[in-house]
């Protein structure tokens, strides 16, 4: 079941179903001769990825998740927090390199954050959370090792690595912190699916966004000229997070 959702929510990202749009077009207009339908399939395809690679959907929904929850501040003041939890974000495990380029760009920032803020908690542990997903060396195993790196002592943190999505690191981080409050940093486009299932298993928790994909620009760049992978990314991590908002409230899991 796990795999199988992970198929489906492959082929439902943006630039698979722009692709799809555009066979179908290509389809239409070719073996099937109707070209008028052909063409304007094949012209939503476009103009989709148009759209997408300028980074025009994407910011939209962005700018919604990301600012659902803004960045803590006085962290100092929140003594009676005891843990930190960071959720991982993606790992390939490569001997060959090192930890933070093994890590995702998203898991490296998460676990800076993390650590960030323990320093700020005087007394608090972090704890990194994420499985073998896809891969041998759990995502928690890994932020842990970065930790390590830049000087975390072992003895000031924990890892949770049987997990293999947000649902089930919710579950089992309930297990581990019982009734204590908890930072839980992850990247803003995740934040909200992820506060909701974390309230939703009993964990209190107060939200530490990072790793943020929507940034206001206070100067022109040429690069916004043209179409590129940045967009298709910030598409892609909005519409994941609400495709599985939408799946966890039918479902019955937010």
């Known amino acids: 079941m796990f795999i199988f959702k992970k198929i489906i929510s492959g082929i439902i990202m943006p630039l698979p179903v722009a692709m799809l749009l555009l066979a179908a077009g290509i389809l239409l207009i070719w073996p099937l001769k109707k070209k008028r339908a052909g063409w304007i399939v094949a012209a939503v395809s476009f103009l989709s990825l148009l759209l997408l690679g300028y980074g025009i959907i994407g910011d939209m929904m962005l700018s919604d998740l990301e600012?659902?929850?803004?960045?803590?501040?006085?962290?100092?003041?929140?003594?009676?927090?005891?843990?930190?939890?960071?959720?991982g974000g993606g790992m390939n495990s490569d001997p060959r390199l090192p930890v933070t380029s093994q890590l995702s760009n998203s898991s490296a920032v998460r676990t800076i954050e993390g650590i960030r803020i323990h320093r700020l908690l005087k007394g608090s542990r972090l704890l990194f959370s994420g499985g073998p997903v896809f891969n041998p060396v759990p995502e928690g195993q890994g932020m842990a090792q970065l930790a390590l790196a830049l000087g975390v002592p072992r003895g000031e943190m924990m890892t949770e690595i049987l997990s293999r999505d947000t649902e089930e690191q919710a579950r089992l981080i309930k297990g581990l912190v019982g009734a204590d409050s908890v930072f839980l940093v992850t990247s803003?486009?995740?934040?909200?699916?992820?506060?909701?299932?974390?309230?939703?298993?009993?964990?209190?928790?107060?939200?530490?966004?990072?790793?943020?994909l929507y940034k206001?620009?206070?100067?022109?760049?040429?690069?916004?000229?043209?179409?590129?992978?940045?967009?298709?990314?910030?598409?892609?991590?909005?519409?994941?997070?609400?495709?599985?908002?939408?799946?966890?409230?039918?479902?019955?899991?937010?």
């Open 67 to 87: 600012n659902r929850y803004p960045a803590p501040v006085g962290i100092e003041t929140h003594a009676g927090v005891k843990w930190v939890v960071v959720l």
């Open 188 to 212: 803003a486009v995740h934040l909200p699916r992820s506060m909701a299932l974390f309230r939703r298993s009993g964990v209190a928790c107060i939200a530490a966004p990072t790793d943020f």
């Open 216 to 254: 206001k620009e206070l100067q022109f760049n040429p690069s916004r000229l043209f179409p590129g992978y940045g967009g298709f990314r910030k598409a892609e991590a909005g519409w994941h997070e609400y495709m599985g908002t939408l799946y966890g409230r039918i479902t019955g899991r937010i």
